[in-house]
C-alpha cells in the first residue's frame, strides 16, 4: 500500500509549538503530524504518543475535515469535530468549539483537553484568544492576543474578526 508507515512503535516526540492554556489541563496546537502537505503519519503517532504521556485523552479539532479523527477514536480518544472552514462557518463554529471545550473542563476527571487546528496559523490563534476570553484567563480581547502571540501564533486581522464576532467581551 502506497504510503503505508511499517507497524512501529510510536517514540513520543514534542510537537513544534504545543501552547498550554491552562497548564496540564488544556493545549492548543497544530494537528499532531504536522498540517497540509508537510503532514507525516509517523510523526502524528509519535506526537499523539507525546500528548498520551502528558495525559490527553480527549481531542477537539477545528480542521476543516475530519483527517485524523478516526485514528486518535482507535487510539480511545474522545474526539469532538468543530470545523473552522471558511470565515463565515469559523464565525458560527467557533462559539460551538469554545463551548465543547468548557463542558470537557467542567467533567470531574476528564484529563487533558488538545485542540487543535490544521495549522499554527490565525485561525488557531482565534481559539486560543476565544478560549482564554471564554474562560476568564484574559481580561479582554487585546490581552487575549497577546497571550495567542506569546504561544508564537500569528493575529491579525481574520483572528481579530473571527473572535470579535464570535466571542462576547467578559463583563
Known sequence: MTGAVPDRTPAPVAPARPAWIIPGRLAVAERPGRGGRSHRRALREDECAWWAERGVRTVVSGMRSRHGLAGYAAMGWEVHWHPLGEPRQAVGELPRLV??????????VA?????????????????????????????????????????????????????????????
Open 99 to 108: 463551548a465543547t471545550v468548557r463542558e470537557l473542563l467542567e467533567r470531574p
Open 111 to 171: 484529563g487533558p483537553v488538545l485542540v487543535h487546528c490544521d495549522r499554527p496559523g490565525e485561525v488557531l490563534a482565534a481559539v486560543d484568544a476565544a478560549l482564554r476570553l471564554t474562560l476568564g484567563l484574559a481580561r479582554d480581547r487585546h490581552a487575549a492576543f497577546q497571550a495567542a502571540r506569546a504561544d508564537g501564533l500569528p493575529v491579525g486581522s481574520l483572528t481579530a474578526s473571527l473572535v470579535g464576532q464570535s466571542v462576547p467581551v467578559p463583563a
